[in-house]
């Protein structure tokens, strides 16, 4: 099974900050990876597709980056509706995979 | 537009069975492939099980394989998740998640709101 390790597992950031959460696979996904939200008893939202591809309606703060096993999720400007848990996910061979998340705190 | 209901959960003893249900709409069903997904209290995601558009080919994590069936019917939409020998380490809130594409896996688009099973005595 490929391994996904995030960090860091929690952040205090403020309103304006850049934030960045990285994601580390075990073995080589090419760009096979997604970054989901998910805000307190809500569903998770996909963020980013195919490492670095934004889902149609995210706002444009939100970056990926990366290619075989180390990617980015960046936020360039916090904003206080993006205080939330964030979850990497590999899906380029089963079983699919997730970071045990990070979770986005207000400073 | 796309709508993913899951129903079916609620509080089960160890060792018995549940079947979850997923009512999709707002898209062609029978064009994409479908996963569970869970989520324990307090815990991080875990993928559970996928489905290809026609049913041809299904994939379980280790720790269901043996006891969990997923299946699909195209003619009405809908998604499930047979649970047989339920567990405690079962209990979780189910997600009802499709795939972008109809075969392999390329991760989630849309979620459902999930629903809650609890396994104890």
């Known amino acids: 099974d490929i391994q996904m390790t995030q960090s860091p597992s929690s952040l205090s950031a403020s309103v304006g900050d850049r934030v960045t959460i990285t994601c580390r696979a075990s073995q080589g996904i090419r760009d096979d990876l997604g970054w989901y939200q998910q805000k307190p008893g809500k569903a998770p939202r996909r963020l980013i597709y195919a490492a670095s591809s934004l889902q149609s309606g995210v706002p444009s703060r939100f970056s990926g980056s990366g290619f075989g096993t180390e990617f980015t999720l960046t936020i360039s400007s916090l904003q206080p509706e993006d205080y939330a848990t964030y979850y990497c996910?590999?899906?380029?061979?089963?079983?699919?995979?997730f970071g045990g998340g990070t979770k986005v705190e207000i400073k | 537009q796309v709508q993913l209901v899951e129903s079916g959960g609620g509080v089960v003893q160890p060792g018995r069975s549940l079947r979850l249900s997923c009512a999709a709409s707002g898209f062609t069903f029978s064009s994409y492939g479908m996963h569970w997904v869970r989520q324990a209290p307090g815990k991080g995601l875990e993928w559970v099980a996928a489905?290809?558009?026609?049913?041809?080919?299904?994939y379980y994590v280790d720790s269901v394989k043996g006891r969990f069936t997923i299946s699909r019917d195209n003619s009405k939409n809908a998604l499930y998740l047979q649970m047989n020998s339920l567990r405690a380490e079962d209990s979780a809130l189910y997600y009802c998640?499709?795939?972008?594409?109809?075969?392999?896996?390329?991760?989630?688009?849309?979620w459902g709101q999930g629903t809650l099973v609890t396994v104890s005595s």
């Open positions: 996910l590999q899906h380029n061979s089963y079983p699919l995979t």
């Open positions: 998640a499709r795939d972008p594409r109809g075969s392999g896996w390329w991760g989630f688009d849309y």
């Open positions: 489905i290809w558009y026609d049913g041809s080919n299904k």
